[in-house]
């Protein structure tokens, strides 16, 4: 008896040393398959679909997890289609505010005061996001506490067990007793069964006690051997229907690709084989081989998935690399147009859809990264953009403010009633200034050139009324002067009725005719001055020195009465920066004609130039003419 004891206690420990290595290889398993399950992403396209779309999927999510419980697969099932369709929204959101904004500067020239609402559809996917994520953050808190609940609970159990053990070997048992203690220690197996997990750091340790214990407690208890060996018969039967499970999952693999649910269902059986109790040592590795290799099948049929799959993310990332270099130099765009910055922005958008329309996932870190780089590219170019906007903006208010300081500087010139050639020359001036000063804001443009409109047409339709009838008079002066004309060209031709009495009258009656039309006034007072020239010529007494005296004297006295004496030293002045503009512009073309080579088209040119030469030297003469008389005048 005490020989087959014996047995049985080395028996145990070899089947319980089994058991210690399916925890270590659990922790292995679990760690590696958490790890691959990280790396899974949802195969939806969520680019392509609409608001209303998303909102669906977004409730099933959470309709899924609130009706199913708070377990983890579907957790994070639904915690990974919020944050995939997470980027989707916030493409929207920026889609739709630049669109609104675009609309908004068009309107009303500018982005101040711009204010943008999202509508329902995109309120709604934002909360239920937040809310999905709010179930899975409370989930998984709770959980840290039931570790640590279980933690403590399997620290009690460990105790219990150890006073169990305690009491049974210091004392000497009986049926009873052992019965009792059998059935302390079945319940404090089951207790431990039915605690759940806890945090890893802890988990080896509390199993090699435990399982440290439970030896400890079968070694002294060979009395219950045959009881060992019937509850081991039933732990093989029940890990044997675990085995013939995970083999239907690997063998469904035949017809159905790996999923993360088959792995869930896997890592689930897997638990309970992990529970169960040793089974005869002869069937105990054979057992535990049979499953790991059911296992195995599974996980290398996700490694291969998941190598695929990384393949293909970093031909994802490869491309969306290319797109975010295609874009960096546009961070550092600047232009002083809005038509080219316009231009530029399509250009960015251009690549923007290319980002969005490559499907697919990338590296988890490196995706990331370059993510982030690329939204943080297109917001500094629309940073820099916007800046310029309020710049320009900026500017068109600095110059409503001019164009404003004009408006009024017209309308003070118009309620003072002054229409002298100063206050008009003072109004051409400010209209000169308007049409040197930029754009206004877009919503100012039409009021304030109606403005300014308004008041110089007011000014110049007062001027014009007011001079009606000086226009009038100046018209009946032109009659008068044709007339006194006609007969000085009258008497030239009687050369018996010319004399210098004569001419003084003329001359007198010529200086007592008011103004003329100013357009008019050129053209009678050159025709005066070629009649009072023909009739100093036809008056027979005069030598020819008293005859240009005479005609220089008119010459002067037509100017002196047109004009005060400060106008004619102006005029004086300005006849002579004539003459010197002249002299300069007849030696540089003469100078240009010695550089022309014979042919037909030099030929053309030197007489083009000739025609401007003589033409200049007539302008030249007529003016020294005109000098020689103001300066008698003067």
Known sequence: MAQEQQEGVKSEEQEDLTQKSIDTLEIDLNNELTEEHEEVAPDVDYTQLSKEQLIGILENELAAIREEGAKPALLKKAETVSREIRPVLDQIKLRERETALQAYIADNGGEEGFEYKYDADTQKID?????????????????????????????????????????????????????????????????????????????????????????RYFSNRN???????????????????????????????????????????????????????????????????????????????????????????????????????AIVPFTTYNSGSIKEWNAKTKEIMAFQDQWVALKGIMPREEGKDLSKKFWAALKTFFNNKGEFFRQLESKREQNLDLKTQLCVEVEELLAAGEDNPATTQKVIELQKKWKGIGQVPEKYKDTIYDRFKKACDAYFDKKREKNKEVEEEFEGNLAKKLDLIERIEAAAKSKDESSLNLLNAFKSEWSSIGFVPKKDMQTVQKRYIAAINTYVGAIGQLSNKEKEQAVLESEVELVRDSDNTRTLYRKESDIRRKITQLENDIALWQNNIEFFAKSKTSDRLKAEFDRKINSALGQLEELKHQLIIIQEAI
């Open 127 to 215: 909360s239920l996001s937040r809310e999905i994520k709010g179930l899975k953050n409370s989930y998984y808190q709770s959980q840290e506490k039931e570790k640590e609940k279980n933690f403590n609970v399997k620290t009690s159990l460990i105790q219990r067990l150890r006073s169990l053990l305690e009491e049974e070997g210091g004392r000497e048992t009986d049926a009873t007793g052992l019965k009792s203690s059998w059935e302390e220690f079945k319940k404090i197996q089951d207790e431990w069964k039915s605690a759940g997990n806890i945090a890893s750091p802890h988990n080896g340790t509390l199993w090699a006690t435990y399982n440290a214990l439970i030896d």
């Open 223 to 325: 009395i219950y051997f045959e009881l060992k060996e019937l509850d081991r018969r039933r732990n093989a039967e029940l890990k044997s229907e675990l085995c013939e499970k995970v083999e239907e999952l690997a063998k469904s693999l035949e017809n159905r690709p790996m999923t993360k649910e088959i792995l869930n269902e896997a890592n689930h059986i897997f638990e309970d084989y992990k529970h169960l109790g040793p089974a005869p040592k002869e069937e105990q590795e054979k057992l535990w081989q049979r499953f790991k290799e059911a296992m195995d099948v599974l996980y290398n049929a996700q490694r291969g998935q998941f190598a695929e799959q990384k393949k293909t993310m970093q031909e994802n990332y490869e491309q969306k690399l290319g797109i975010y270099e």
